[in-house]
């Protein structure tokens, strides 16, 4: 919390006691200390009578002063609630003392593991950063998203299920002993285990979106920070509403460059002079025909993404490889050492031809849905007004297609 929010909330108190904002004096025993050392009563009993046009419990003043939207209960689109986030109250859960900002996208996930598969601060901070340098805008002037990572529990022996065979029906068995229920209404859940549905798949979301996800490289030994992050990320992405091709099920489309797209979850991008940094999609490329690639041109940028754009994103993988170039211009697609002027034909989906047309792809970063699949958003009764359950699935849990296969070789 900034000092500006901190006076604006002190002010804020001291308007409510002068004026009641509705006429209401602060009982005694409605005195509520949350961090910051601040004062706060909560929940504002003034807004019983004051204007609250929104009806998110925060009356309009006092919107006003916290920079706070009167007539969005959601200032910054997050699915998170203005008072949740202002006053940390929602159903016994503070979500201020974990950082929350009613003025800045916030994304909570609670992470729990199996024996052995800790998440490692490192491992997370590879995820947090690539969130906070999110080309998103927020109310508050600032980019990014801030991800929340709540390392929470080791599931017992006894709980941990080996292979999550049906997978929801034995993932549900642990978050209900594993995940408060007040949490429910605004965090994603992960559990780090061992595997899933009796295959070698890294990992699953409960659909698209969704608020459920596991990642199973336990099997492998668990994997190296890199493939941790890269899976966690990946998963996550399903959870906000990403699809293996960004905004369809098409894997392996060339020019998507994302970690949603199985050629990056184990590897990243080159960025900034930087190797292995995890994102989603921040640039839309054009079009691109499998049976015209032309390595001098590379990729085209459509509109806002320029070639400038393009040229800071290096670490292209095609069929397994990194090659050189960057996405701009100068990309050896087929990776045989030299850059060819002239056209050729390559299949690049696992398709078995070379006449796959893949459309431009999408900025992944300002297409995220943040409702958990119609789960987060739910406020406490009685506290702040309900968001309501904005998207169903794109993808039902049923559909969903097991993430990235990988076997013991991958354990490196
Ligand atoms: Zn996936």
């Not at 959601?74 to 986030?85: I, M, Q, S, V």
């Not at 509403?241 to 020019?255: E, F, I, Q, S, V």
Request: net charge negative.
């Amino acid at each position: 919390m900034s000092k500006l929010h901190q006076t604006l909330l002190t002010a804020s108190v001291a308007l409510l006691g002068l004026n009641g904002c509705g006429g209401a004096e602060l009982p005694e025993t409605e005195l509520t200390s949350t961090q910051q050392g601040l004062a706060i009563p909560l929940p504002i009993p003034a807004c019983a009578g004051a204007l609250d046009t929104d009806g998110d419990g925060i009356c309009d003043l006092v919107e006003t002063l916290l920079g706070t939207s009167p007539t969005n209960p959601d200032t910054d689109g997050d699915r998170l609630n203005d008072y949740a986030e202002s006053f940390g109250f929602g159903g016994g859960l503070d979500l201020t003392a974990l950082g929350a900002n009613a003025r800045r996208k916030d994304i909570f996930i609670e992470a729990d593991y199996y024996a052995g598969l800790r998440p490692t601060q490192a491992m997370l901070n590879r995820v947090i950063s690539a969130f906070a340098k999110a080309p998103v805008t927020n109310p508050d002037g600032s980019t990014g998203i801030t991800l929340h990572m709540v390392v929470d529990q080791q599931i017992a022996a006894a709980d941990a299920d080996a292979d999550l065979n049906p997978v929801w029906t034995d993932f549900d068995v642990i978050k209900a002993k594993y995940f408060a229920a007040n949490r429910a209404p605004y965090f994603h859940y992960m559990l780090f285990a061992n595997r899933y549905a009796g295959g070698n798949s890294s990992g699953i979301s409960r659909g698209i979106p969704a608020h459920d996800f596991v990642v199973t490289l336990g099997f492998i030994g668990g994997g190296t920070e890199l493939q941790q992050a890269g899976t966690l990320m990946h998963e996550m992405g399903h959870n906000i509403g990403l699809r293996h091709g960004g905004n369809d099920d098409a894997n392996y489309k060339p020019n998507y460059l994302s970690i949603m797209n199985y050629e990056y979850q184990f590897y990243g991008f080159g960025i900034g002079g930087l190797n292995n940094v995890l994102d989603y999609s921040r640039v839309q490329v054009a079009s691109f025909s499998e049976a015209a690639v032309n390595e001098v041109s590379g990729f085209a940028p459509v509109a806002p993404t320029t070639e400038a754009d393009l040229a800071k994103i290096s670490g292209l993988r095609f069929n397994d490889v990194q090659v050189t170039g960057n996405a701009s211009t100068n990309i050896d697609f087929n990776n045989n050492g030299a850059i060819q002027a002239t056209s050729y034909a390559l299949d690049f989906n696992r398709s078995g031809s070379a006449g796959n047309v893949f459309p431009a792809s999408q900025n992944d970063w300002t297409a995220l849905a943040y409702d958990g699949g119609g789960q987060i958003g739910f406020a406490a009764p009685g506290f702040t007004q309900d968001l309501g359950r904005a998207e169903l699935f794109l993808v039902a849990p049923e559909k969903m297609e097991p993430c990235l296969t990988v076997d013991a070789r991958d354990a490196r």
